[in-house]
Nanobody, 120 residues
Framework: QVQLVESGGGLVQTGGSLRLSCAAS????????MGWYRQRPGNQREWVAS???????NYLDAVQDRFTISKDDAKSTVYLQMNSLKPEDTAVYFC??????????????WGQGTQVTVSS
């Protein structure tokens, strides 16, 4: 069984920074794409950023130039560096990792979620 463990959330003031981590562990696996989603109060879960196995990145317009997604393949870990945080970034952040399965669609797993609260 594969497990994703998130860490790094917390309370920060407007303009502050946080770094989220999501580490995969468990049975042998091969990772495809990795990403971060968030669910703000009263809203549906939305995509925030993603990184391909080759390292190409994409961002939600609202976080472009403030957030940076990166990964450490040796540690099977994806990160989200969040700078210049705004109150509207307050949300529960979830990591998503696609595990490659030969001949079948990728198997997506989700982290448990970590709360990020930005005070004004």
């Amino acid at each position: 069984q594969v497990q994703l463990v998130e860490s790094g959330g917390g309370l920060v003031q407007t303009g502050g920074s946080l770094r989220l981590s999501c580490a995969a562990s468990g049975r042998p696996f091969r990772i495809g794409g990795m990403g971060w989603y968030r669910q703000r109060p009263g809203n549906q879960r939305e995509w925030v950023a993603s990184i391909t196995s080759g390292g190409a990145t994409n961002y939600l317009d609202a976080v472009q130039d403030r957030f940076t997604i990166s990964k450490d393949d040796a540690k099977s870990t994806v990160y989200l560096q969040m700078n210049s945080l705004k109150p509207e970034d307050t949300a529960v952040y979830f990591c998503a990792v696609d595990f490659i399965r030969l001949g079948r669609p990728p198997d997506r797993h989700w982290g448990q979620g970590t709360q990020v609260t930005v005070s004004s």
